[in-house]
């Protein structure tokens, strides 16, 4: 039976919810480990009652999104069987040996995956196509260039002085969306702007800051080939193209940056895994 427990989602949640005020308490400080009073809730006689209802709340409403993300790939099951098997299993009888829940839990798990991996290989391809055709239309516009590489540029204000280096430190202000409008960052809305080693980041940003001077800006339009890819990250799916209005606001040369720059490079633009 202990084999369930791997591949019993419900088993996990139950695992989770009562192991996770033990993690916090054992990160709390001292003056955090003193357990606070629940509120009291009329609808129950104690507060064993109350807890109870309140770990079958929070394990139905955890089922509840399960089942909706399920769905999502096109699995729809039984909600009231569902219900039934959690109410068999506390009433000690089954219509399913161990044996058939276990095979069958397997079975579930691997339609799951592979409806997974069907719908992010479906959702990658529309990326590419819509990332295409967006390009494709950006590209007719007054002023924009397209590289060999694949990205394109337009350049809004050309600025002064030297183009950056790779080994440079550029500063600079951004904003990056997806091609529906999507914004997934934002260095205005954040208050200040950021600055990182030019060849640190993701291609399109180290080939496109070469297309403008310092104090000036550009917008670029990149594919998924020069950004992210087919695996995407947080806040941005596979194969997206990304467009950013970049203002390159200085340019420091590596000796100068080494002296005291800051090194962190933005989230949305950080290097690709190699």
Do not use: C
Not at 13 to 42: D, Y
Not at 70 to 88: A, F, M, P, R, Y
Not at 122 to 130: G, T
Not at 196 to 201: A, E, I, K, Q, S
């Amino acid at each position: 039976m202990k084999s369930l427990f791997k591949v019993t989602l419900l088993a996990t949640t139950m695992a989770v919810a009562l192991n996770a005020p033990l993690a916090m308490a054992a990160e709390a400080t001292p003056a955090q480990q003193a357990p606070q009073p629940a509120p009291k809730n009329s609808a129950f006689k104690t507060d064993d009652q109350q807890s109870a209802y309140a770990l079958g709340a929070s394990l139905g409403r955890y089922m509840e999104n399960s089942l909706k993300e399920q769905e999502k790939l096109g699995i729809t099951l039984d909600k009231q069987q569902l219900i039934s098997g959690v109410q068999d299993a506390f009433g000690g009888k089954s219509k399913l040996s161990d044996q058939e829940i276990e095979q069958t839990l397997q079975s579930f798990e691997g339609r799951v995956k592979g409806a997974a991996q069907a719908k992010m290989e479906k959702d990658a391809k529309e990326n590419a196509d819509k990332g295409e055709a967006f390009a494709t239309k950006f590209a007719k516009e007054k002023g924009v260039k397209k590289t060999e590489s694949g990205l394109l540029y337009q350049v809004a204000k050309e600025g002064s002085g030297d183009v950056p280096k790779d080994s440079d430190t550029v500063v600079v202000n951004y904003k990056g969306t997806l091609i529906d409008g999507t914004e997934f960052d934002n260095s205005y809305t954040r208050g200040e702007p950021l600055s990182f080693r030019l060849d640190g980041v993701i291609p399109g940003w180290t080939e496109g800051l070469k297309h403008v001077k310092k104090g000036g800006k550009i917008k670029l339009v990149i594919p998924p080939q020069l950004a992210y890819g087919k695996n995407g990250v947080p806040g941005i799916p596979a194969n997206s193209t990304l467009v950013f209005d970049v203002e390159l606001l200085d340019i420091k040369p590596a000796a100068k940056a080494e002296a005291g720059a800051d090194k962190a490079a933005p989230a949305p633009v950080a290097t690709q895994d190699k």
